[in-house]
C-alpha cells in the first residue's frame, strides 16, 4: 500500500478567510517502509501571512516572496499525492487548504479538474486515532513525540516536511511500528526500495539438529535475579516465578 505522510503551512487559520497555502511538505511509505521519496514545496500565497502564524512555523512573507504560485506547482504536487492514502495529523484542516487551492486553481483553468482530495485519496487522520488510543490525553504532534518516545528535538517551529518526517515515525509507532524490514542486501534495487512489495527475504540453510541455542552467563544470570527481585519489590509479585521449575530467580 502507498501512503503519503503530509504536512502544510499557512498564512493563517481559515480558507475561507482567504487564506492560502505557502508549504507542503510530504514522505512516501509503501508498505510501512519509507522509500526516501519527498515532496517539497515553498508556495507564494499572494496575500500577506498573518502574525500569528509567522510565530508558529516562522516563515514570512520575504521567505516566500520569489517561490512559484500554486498554479505552478499544482500538477506536480497532485501527481505524487493522487490515488495514496494520505496519513495527516488532523486531516480537515490540510485537506481544507488543499482542496481551496485546487478549488481556486480549476475555476481559473476550467478544464483539466484536480481534486478533490478525498474523491481521489483516501485520508487516514492521526488525530483521531490517537484520540481513540488515548482518550482524554493531549494528542498533540509533540505530545504523541513523548508518549511514544520519538526524537523531536530538533523540531524548534513548525515546518511541513519535519513535520511529516515526524508523523511518519508516530503513526508507525502508534499503529505497530515498521514491519516491512529488507534482511537481505541484495531484494534492494537501485532506488533504495526492497522488491517484493517492501520485503526481500533470505531463507538459511539449517542441518536439521544443529541450531545453536545460547545459554546465559553468570553475570547475566545474577543481573536477571536482580532485577526479578527489583520486581518482586515493587509489585509484590512477579509473573516469572508462575513459570515452573528451573527458572532462575
Not at 481556486?104 to 485520508?123: D, K, Q, S
Not at 541484495?186 to 527475504?201: H, T, Y
Not at 544470570?221 to 521449575?245: N, P, S, V
Amino acid at each position: 500500500m502507498r501512503q503519503i505522510i503530509l504536512d502544510t503551512e499557512t498564512t493563517g487559520i481559515d480558507p475561507r478567510d482567504g487564506h492560502r497555502l505557502i508549504e507542503i511538505g510530504a514522505v512516501e511509505m509503501v508498505n510501512r517502509r519509507l522509500t526516501g521519496n519527498t515532496y517539497h514545496q515553498y508556495i507564494n500565497p499572494e496575500r500577506e501571512i498573518e502574525a500569528e502564524a509567522v510565530g508558529v512555523h516562522g516563515i514570512t512573507d520575504e521567505r516566500v516572496a520569489g517561490e512559484p504560485l500554486f498554479a505552478a506547482i499544482a500538477d506536480a504536487f497532485w501527481a505524487f499525492i493522487e490515488g495514496a492514502e494520505l496519513v495527516i495529523h488532523n486531516a480537515p484542516f490540510d485537506v481544507g487548504f488543499i482542496d481551496h487551492e485546487l478549488d481556486r486553481l480549476n475555476r481559473a483553468r476550467g478544464e483539466p479538474h484536480l481534486g478533490p482530495v478525498a474523491a481521489h485519496c483516501r485520508i487516514l487522520d492521526t488525530l483521531v486515532m490517537a484520540r481513540d488510543k488515548h482518550p482524554g490525553q493531549r494528542n498533540s504532534l509533540d505530545a504523541l513525540c513523548k508518549r511514544y518516545e520519538i526524537d523531536n528535538g530538533h523540531r524548534v517551529l513548525h515546518g511541513a516536511l519535519l513535520d511529516a518526517e515526524i508523523l511518519a515515525d508516530v503513526y508507525l509507532a502508534m499503529t505497530g511500528g515498521q514491519t516491512a524490514l529488507s534482511l537481505d542486501a541484495s531484494g534492494v534495487g537501485d532506488n533504495g526500495a526492497a522488491g517484493s512489495g517492501g520485503m526481500a527475504i533470505r531463507r538459511l540453510a539449517l542441518t536439521p539438529g544443529c541450531l545453536a541455542v545460547p545459554t546465559p552467563s553468570e553475570a547475566e544470570l545474577a543481573a536477571h535475579r536482580t532485577k526479578l527481585t527489583h520486581i518482586r519489590e515493587a509489585a509484590g509479585e512477579c509473573h516469572w516465578d508462575r513459570l515452573g521449575e528451573g527458572v532462575p530467580h
